[in-house]
């Protein structure tokens, strides 16, 4: 709890600093609560708070190695975002404020105990992001993004709201551990519950952007600044993932064989739509976007897998993230007027810290060892290997399909003729790029500590 | 454990160098790697399993971190370092030589193969499996031929799908074995379900066999050849493929033996069809390198169709004859590599009457030819002898059929040698070699018919480790290490 509160009053600090129009001071403050806030939720079942606890609101375990990552990833995003936001001084404090505002809601999200709870969470962590995407008010493209996002947005929560209230309505709770035992003990199994649970299925497909409820996902990518792509692929991922496999994991645990097939179609749909088109993009953002897709889809073996689900989707996006910022970082960097991926030519060779940084995240998000997405997918599908074997090999399948699209990337960028610019990368780009390479090549290691 | 950090240290450093520092720096890198390989040499004693890290836990996902060497896998060790410096030499009097990325990811490679040789434990044998992958991808990328993306997609595209049917293998060895240490995957309980050891040995044959690569699943091979620069060939068939079929001896076979019944033959078969095809297709060729790469092909599935065997003789022979293998593979594609340096071209019919202008590399090239042919008091006359006796002995069939390696290798090596060496004079100028040339063939050289005069030093060093596998594989021996 204490976590939340620290970040959510630095937001609100952050939105008065911010008018101050010194961007080091604001991005000192904020880095100073995030720090805080990751400290806090380190310890947060080691002392007493001095907010007694709400039953809404619990972090286990995992819940809290969840919320850490969440927390260091914004921290990360954050400072991607510096140099935009230096920038546009008009829109400084806005940013860093909303920013801070979505991951109380994304922490919300992470440690609910409640359908009222992970609601609140839902639309905390979703709204900041629509004024997000669509800060830029002079661009047409980010306008038409956030319109589009949050008209799709909207309906998907008015769906996962009606689901709430049809679960609410069979189970007779709002609790997630008494829903469970009323599923659990049989009472009540009628079309009502499984129309309910049905409903927040498609909600939650909608959040992370899986297929069939994709579309928003690449016009959203490409009307968003870069850091607030970083964040979305990350932190807004990141949380409505472990949402959907806490939810269906645990409390829905007694209909994982109604589950199971509509999971399993949107693994494979996911994956193979997500990287076919991938493979056809000029633009970066929109192969992000797509690839972004595919691997939503990888995640989602997460949901079938009740024993290590969550253990299993956190190595996972900690390798997918890590690259994913390191990835956008460099877009950032080198993006002009377009964004398209020739852009990219030769840079790698150019600048050594963009071609390690580059090489390895693309590395990591095919599935090479010893990177930590090469642990992610490998905990995914070795644990769905016994029961789902036909959709594992096809999984593989995709997964080559996408070291075609990641290698042919790495390819591009390391060329050695053409002319490959020098770049300038500043000091928090590089401390950016440097941990997320960091992280992509060492998060794995956090297995072996437990 | 210094054994696999220095080169990755050295190859670090090598990346940061200036330019002119590389060249030296690099085959002093090689060098003292081989002087640490040679001071576990000296220590080591066959009979005995030397662990180099042997950490007492089971980690989660079955990890286990355990590396170390026996007298199989410090053959090979031995083998990659004296190849890395050769390799490293031989580029000395060419401009790749004192590029710091080139040094570099040779001695990156160099680390991740000597990982893979001592790892005891799946998933790190997995890992530097596809570690050694990126190294060669990079070289062949930044100096191979300009336009080469799509034979390079091929090449890497093709080896990630083998790479990954073994992954889809061990996944599923996890459910016979409590971890994935070496000693517990040989002694992997399948209880009597041969189907599914033979399922789990095939998907790890098919990364083998794109590697090695036997005969449908060679297609990379030819293209990828031709587009590479010098060093980077070497590094692939003198040490890439050379992966393949320690993991054939050490891994596959030992792990899966209750489904070898199953595999045996078509692998034995595919070899015999590859000993044939590649001889056959190499006879016709007209480009030295793509003529060597089949060359290689009709080698290879010799040695691997020997390896199913799994008797004690036909390792030894495959151990003597992967070690001949790396010697004329360097030596012929340093050759290719020498005239296409001088005149710009490989093309046969372009050359001619060569050994009139050069008469030192007439000589040497031919010495090379013969060693390749395999005459008698060369390592590969031993090592195809006893295999095709051993084949014979399993099926007269293909006893026969590999025994026509030895007609066909004379005919296209001797071919490619006449119409390049002598013929007509087309060529008129020619440099002759220069020293570091004389010192590889000259080390090449006393390499072959050294192990040609006396192989008995190589199979005294890997026999107890045979005898080891197959107790291991039996559960005679409570190894808990």
């Given amino acids: 709890m204490d976590a939340l509160i620290i970040i959510f009053i630095t937001g609100l600090i952050g939105l008065f600093v911010g008018m101050l129009k010194k961007s080091e001071l604001t991005l000192a403050v904020i880095s100073i609560g995030l720090i805080g806030g990751f400290i806090s939720m380190l310890f947060i079942n080691d002392y007493e708070s001095i907010f007694s606890s709400y039953a809404g609101l619990t972090f286990s375990r995992t819940q809290q190695m969840f919320g850490l990552l969440a927390i260091a990833l914004t921290l990360l995003a954050v400072w991607m975002g510096y140099v935009f936001y230096k920038e546009e001084t008009e829109h400084t404090s806005d940013y860093y404020g909303l920013i801070l505002f979505s991951l109380t809601g994304a922490l919300c999200l992470i440690g609910f105990s409640n359908m009222f709870m992970f609601f609140l969470g839902l639309e905390i962590l979703s709204i900041p992001i629509y004024v997000l995407v669509g800060i830029q008010k002079g661009n047409s493209l980010a306008s038409e993004a956030s319109v589009k996002y949050f008209f799709t947005g909207s309906f998907a929560t008015a769906i996962m709201l009606f689901g709430i209230a049809l679960i609410y309505g069979s189970t007779g709770s709002f609790d997630i551990n008494e829903i469970r035992m009323a599923i659990d003990m049989g009472m009540s199994h009628s079309p009502m519950l499984n129309i309910g649970v049905l409903m927040m299925m498609a909600a939650f497909l909608f959040k992370v952007g899986a297929v069939p409820f994709h579309f928003w996902g690449p016009d959203v990518y490409q009307g968003a600044s870069n850091a607030v792509m970083a964040y979305m692929a990350s932190v807004v991922k990141l949380a409505a993932l472990y949402a959907f496999v806490h939810l269906f994991n645990y409390t829905f645990s007694g209909l994982t064989p109604f589950v199971s097939g509509l999971v399993l179609f949107a693994i494979i749909v996911s994956l193979f739509l997500g990287y076919l088109s991938a493979l056809k993009q000029t633009s970066f953002r929109r192969m992000m976007a797509y690839s972004s897709i595919a691997n939503t889809g990888f995640a989602l073996f997460a949901v079938l897998n009740p024993q290590f689900g969550e253990v299993s989707l956190w190595i996972f996006m900690i390798g997918y993230a890590c690259s994913t910022i390191a990835l956008i970082t460099i877009n950032m960097i080198v993006e002009n007027e377009t964004d398209e991926i020739v852009n990219w030519k030769g840079i790698g060779y150019a600048n050594p810290l963009i071609g390690i940084t580059l090489v390895i995240s693309l590395l990591s998000m095919s599935g090479i060892p010893p990177f930590t997405g090469f642990f992610g997918k490998y905990l995914l599908l070795s644990s769905a290997f016994s029961n789902y074997l036909p959709f594992v090999i096809l999984a593989i399948i995709a997964s080559l399909i996408g070291a075609y699209l990641y290698i042919r990337l790495m390819v591009l960028s390391l060329a050695r003729e053409g002319e490959g610019k020098k770049f300038k990368i500043t000091a928090l780009q590089a401390i950016v790029l440097i941990l997320s390479l960091g992280g992509t090549v060492g998060g794995w290691l956090v297995l072996m500590i437990k | ?481």
């Fill in chain 2, 1 to 481: 454990m210094e054994l696999i950090i220095l080169p990755l240290i050295l190859g670090i450093i090598a990346f940061f160098l200036p330019t002119n520092w590389v060249r030296p720096f690099g085959l002093l890198a090689s060098l003292s790697v081989l002087a640490v390989s040679f001071v576990h040499l000296m220590n080591f004693d066959p009979e005995n399993y030397v662990l180099i890290s042997n950490p007492a836990e089971i980690f989660p996902l079955g990890l286990t971190f355990k590396m170390g060497y026996d007298g199989l896998a410090l053959t090979m060790v031995l083998l990659t370092n004296a190849v890395i410096s050769i390799i490293l030499l031989a580029n000395w009097n060419r401009d790749i030589s004192s590029n710091g990325r080139f040094t570099g990811l040779t001695l990156l490679m160099q680390c991740a193969l000597l990982g893979l040789f001592t790892s005891l434990d799946g998933i790190l044998f997995y890992t530097f499996w596809e570690l050694t992958l990126i190294p060669i991808f990079l070289i062949l990328y930044w100096f191979g031929k300009q336009d080469n993306n799509r034979a390079l997609f091929k090449f890497f595209l093709y080896t990630l799908l083998g790479s990954l049917m073994m992954l889809l293998s061990f996944i599923g060895l996890a459910y016979f074995s409590p971890s994935f240490s070496y000693f517990q995957l040989v002694q992997a309980n399948f209880d009597g379900k041969a189907v599914e050891a033979a399922l789990i040995m095939g998907g790890i044959l098919f990364a083998f066999a794109v590697k090695i690569p036997l005969f449908p699943f060679h297609t990379w091979q030819a293209p990828t050849y031709t587009n590479a620069p010098m060093a980077g060939t070497m590094l692939l068939s003198a040490l890439m493929l050379k992966m393949a079929l320690y993991g054939m001896i050490k891994w596959m076979i030992p792990i899966g033996f209750e489904g070898l019944v199953y595999l045996k033959w078509p692998v034995i078969t595919l070899g015999g069809i590859g000993i044939v095809y590649g001889a056959i297709i190499a006879m016709k060729q007209k480009d030295l390198k793509t003529l060597f790469a089949y060359a290689s092909i009709s080698h290879l599935g010799l040695i691997a169709a020997g390896i199913m065997l799994f008797t004690v003789s036909a390792i030894e022979a495959s151990m003597v004859q992967i070690i001949n293998h790396s010697i004329v593979a360097i030596a012929l594609f340093l050759c290719a590599g020498i005239i296409e340096q001088r005149l710009q071209t490989r093309n046969i019919e372009d050359l001619g009457g060569i050994a009139k202008v050069a008469p030192h590399f007439g000589f040497w090239f031919a010495v090379m030819t013969f060693i390749s042919v395999s005459v008698p008091f060369t390592a590969g006359f031993i090592g195809e002898f006893v295999l095709i006796k051993e084949l014979f002995t399993a099926h007269w069939v293909i006893g026969l059929t590999a025994a026509t390696t030895l007609v066909f290798g004379a005919v296209y090596m001797l071919r490619a040698y006449q119409g390049s060496m002598f013929g007509p004079s087309k060529v008129t100028v020619f440099a002759d070699l220069t020293w570091n040339e004389y010192a590889v063939f000259g080390i090449l050289t006393v390499a072959a018919v050294g192990f040609g005069l006396y192989p008995q030093v190589i199979i005294d060093f890997i026999k107890p480790s045979i005898k080891f596998t197959q107790e291991l594989m039996a559960g005679d021996l409570t190894f808990t290490k």
